[in-house]
T-cell receptor, first 115, second 112 residues
Framework: GAVVSQHPSRVICKSGTSVKIECRSL??????MFWYRQFPKQSLMLMAT?????????EQGVEKDKFLINHASLTLSTLTVTSAHPEDSSFYIC???????????FGPGTRLLVL | SQQGEEDPQALSIQEGENATMNCSYK?????LQWYRQNSGRGLVHLIL?????REKHSGRLRVTLDTSKKSSSLLITASRAADTASYFC????????????FGAGTQVVVTP
């Protein structure tokens, strides 16, 4: 299947700093990328949907100014957690889709710990 | 928002036994997908079943879908210790293409 990578896999930062997470589709062009958040022992919650070249669509309750999403190319989307706080500590997972195809390909996730 | 409810929340079985987990959802869907997640890792896509399908097989996996009851089941036959993981169902609603809504997950432990 298609491969999606995330970088970094793990990051620890101080409260108040910003953290950027990259999501790359390695062997296909991803017209749409999705960002999810997963707290320990919980399910994945969709945060936002990004289409290449346009603004991201955020789910209700997700602050767009806090979670900046950029999808500048068909193979790269970035999520920046601005002014991170301990409550932002979570597992962030991206997925990538092609056109109207049903299957999404998930990245390995990024574990963020804010001290 | 989280659409699916999964049952049971946790399942502990011995190698060789079958594992069955269920998923219920609320809205109309295009398809329903099952994923597996090892602790602290990403998701692995297992199987996709479309709304006009009732049953699907893939290796030791068997998935059923009952759209009248808005429910699905995943059966893992002849389980192995390596099947230990969390299993999630995810629905693709008809009114929002691509936006998967995940269930709460079933944590499966298979002991040798």
């Amino acid at each position: 299947g298609a491969v999606v990578s995330q970088h970094p896999s793990r990051v620890i930062c101080k409260s108040g700093t910003s953290v950027k997470i990259e999501c790359r589709s390695l062997d296909f062009q991803a017209t749409t990328m999705f960002w999810y958040r997963q707290f320990p022992k919980q399910s994945l919650m969709l945060m936002a949907t990004s289409n290449e070249g346009s603004k991201a669509t955020y789910e209700q309750g997700v602050e767009k100014d806090k979670f900046l999403i950029n999808h500048a190319s068909l193979t790269l989307s970035t999520l920046t957690v601005t002014s991170a706080h301990p409550e932002d500590s979570s597992f962030y997972i991206c997925s990538a889709g092609q056109g109207r195809r049903e299957t999404q390909y998930f990245g390995p996730g990024t574990r963020l710990l804010v001290l | 928002s989280q659409q699916g409810e999964e049952d049971p929340q946790a399942l502990s079985i011995q190698e060789g036994e079958n594992a069955t987990m269920n998923c219920s959802y609320k809205t109309s869907i295009n398809n329903l997908q099952w994923y597996r997640q090892n602790s602290g890792r990403g998701l692995v896509h297992l199987i996709l079943i479309r709304s006009n399908e009732r049953e699907k097989h893939s290796g030791r996996l068997r998935v059923t879908l009952d759209t009248s009851k808005k429910s699905s089941s995943l059966l893992i036959t002849a389980s192995r210790a390596a099947d230990t993981a969390s299993y999630f169902c995810a629905t693709a609603p008809t009114d929002s293409w691509g936006k998967l809504q995940f269930g709460a997950g079933t944590q499966v432990v298979v002991t040798p």
